[in-house]
């Protein structure tokens, strides 16, 4: 789907991956097409996310592996916001409002550095209706819903992201109507982001983590409670479903890596010409 004004797009790239056993860099850099091993290669799945993503300005918010981050998508042009500390996903956004802030453009999509495959027509899809809709979340229905955050929508608005540690404690049939899961994805109209920043940045939740071996109370900000307050002003938030669940997979373990390397294989590198060498990266 072509968008026939520049969306700016800001990708979320600090986190560290711990789950990715064996492999002590940014997930984000891991290879789609691997070479020797399966954390050596080409075609990091930060390209492949720049690939995909509409025409406009873009962001990247780092913090983990910073410098190898920058050195390996420098050559795309984005620019670079260090999320000082990794205080959740809406810490990243308010770390790029600088950024949102200095755009002309009247979208901006949000988009996770470890979810490859979101095609270029779905963002498309999503800033189009920002039409009737001030933000957007993209939503998809796996066969198990595991841990994922859940959308709460009536009359075809969504009014709340709830996560798991809420949602496993409602009733069976209360679980059951709720099908769509949040994929992390989203677009809002910039100029209504752009106001939100600060109601965000004055709610942050606490949350309690090991730190040091000691459980201590921290501060975390969440993309999702966006939808929570938009809904509070009366301001539309609306979704996109997508029952390609492949399409919102998010590469954070080993197996979720060979799995994303396999579809690439499938569905890009056999559209390719025949290549006489691979570029290896640690």
Request: aromatic fraction near 8%; charged fraction near 25%.
């Amino acid at each position: 789907m072509h968008i026939p004004h520049p969306t700016a797009s800001i990708i979320l790239a600090a986190g560290r991956g711990s789950r990715m056993q064996g492999y002590d860099g940014s997930k984000t850099l891991l290879p789609l097409a691997p070479d020797g091993s399966i954390y050596q290669g080409r075609k990091p799945i930060l390209e492949h996310i720049f690939d995909n993503l509409p025409e406009g300005p873009k962001a990247l918010v780092v913090n983990h592996c910073k410098e190898a981050v920058i050195a390996a998508t420098r050559h795309l042009e984005p620019s670079y916001w260090e999320q000082p500390v990794l205080n959740g996903t809406g810490g990243a956004l308010l770390a790029a409002a600088p950024f949102v802030r200095s755009q002309d453009c009247s979208s901006v999509i949000i988009t996770m550095g470890d979810v490859p495959f979101i095609k270029p027509e779905t963002y498309g899809q999503m800033v189009g209706l920002l039409d009737a809709f001030d933000m957007v979340v993209l939503g998809f229905q796996p066969a198990d819903k595991k841990q994922y955050g859940l959308l709460e929508v009536r009359d075809e608005r969504v009014v709340r992201i709830v996560e798991w540690k809420h949602w496993r404690e409602y009733d069976f049939d209360r679980q059951a109507a709720m099908t769509l899961c949040n994929s992390g994805i989203y677009a809002f109209q910039r100029e209504v982001l752009e106001r939100y920043f600060p109601v965000m940045a004055n709610r942050p939740q606490i949350v309690h983590k090991m730190v040091g071996g000691r459980m201590t109370a921290i501060e975390e900000y969440f993309l999702t409670d966006l939808v929570e307050f938009m809904n509070l002003d009366r301001r539309p938030v609306g979704y996109l479903f997508t029952d390609d669940e492949n399409e919102t997979m998010g590469v954070d373990d080993r197996e979720a890596l060979e799995k994303a390397q396999t579809i690439y294989a499938r569905n890009v590198l056999c559209l390719e010409p025949p290549r006489t060498h691979s570029l290896a990266r640690p």
